[in-house]
């Protein structure tokens, strides 16, 4: 049991690197926890009382604007973890996190954890370097949010599915709902685009499942060079 939580923490981003007495005081606090689909895990606003990494399924969140729609700021995946603000700053969650499917994770509690960064500062600066590439990513996220049209975006996203998946089939990770909030759309407008898409043979979809055809042609509407007609 103690090799099976070793080998977890050293598939979480945040904990890359470390060295084996790292990951075992780290394994010494780290509680799991599971989540139906659908189960709130913290809202908005709640006491931080800790972050958490995710063992196994997806994790949503969101943040609700003062009219009442959902706008979904990131996808949680296994190896990936969230909350970590509180760790550093006290302050209550500045989102909402649920999970998007049946989801089990490690939390680790603010105290237990600010006590092992006191004793080994090396840690603290490893989690800062993860972090640091994470700004990055959600500034590349921002930019594609506020300068390119809806197409782009999502070719974007499906270049991303099939370069994790190292092939041209990928299949749609999450509900159409969830992506379109993702993408900062809706879902009809979602549903128009993928069927432009498919007639002009850029993919091939069927339900959650697409087949890229074109990828260059995916490549230039991603990256503005061209227009879906």
């Known amino acids: ?15 890359t690197g470390l060295s084996p007495t790292q990951y075992e ?6 509680v799991r926890r599971s989540f139906r689909k659908g189960e709130r895990i913290f809202s908005e606003g709640d006491e931080g009382t800790g972050f958490y990494a995710v063992l196994s399924g997806r994790v ?29 700053t006290g302050q209550g969650f500045p989102a909402d ?5 049946p989801t089990t994770l490690l939390f680790f509690p603010r105290a237990s954890f600010s006590g092992i960064i006191r004793q080994d500062p090396a840690l603290a600066l490893n989690m800062l370097a993860q972090l640091s590439m994470r700004l990055r990513q959600f500034a590349a996220l921002i930019e594609d949010l506020s300068l390119k049209e ?4 999502l070719a974007k996203y499906l270049l991303y ?16 709902g969830h992506l379109a909030s993702l993408l900062g759309t809706i879902p009809e407008t979602l549903s128009r685009i993928l069927a432009k898409m498919n007639r002009q043979g850029l993919i091939r979809s069927r339900g959650a499942q697409i087949v890229i055809l074109d990828r260059r042609g995916l490549e230039m509407i991603a990256e503005g060079e061209k227009k879906l007609p």
């Open 1 to 15: 049991m103690a090799n099976m939580i070793l080998r977890q923490l050293a598939g979480i981003d945040l904990f």
């Open 25 to 30: 005081a780290l394994g010494r606090i780290g």
């Open 60 to 88: 949503k969140i969101s943040k609700i604007s003062t009219d009442g729609k959902e706008q979904i700021l990131h996808l949680v995946g296994p190896g990936e973890s969230f909350g970590e603000v509180s760790v550093f």
């Open 97 to 101: 996190a649920a999970a998007a499917l």
């Open 150 to 153: 809806v197409p782009g975006r």
């Open 161 to 176: 599915l099939s370069g994790r998946n190292s092939g041209g089939a990928v299949e749609l990770d999450l509900p159409k």
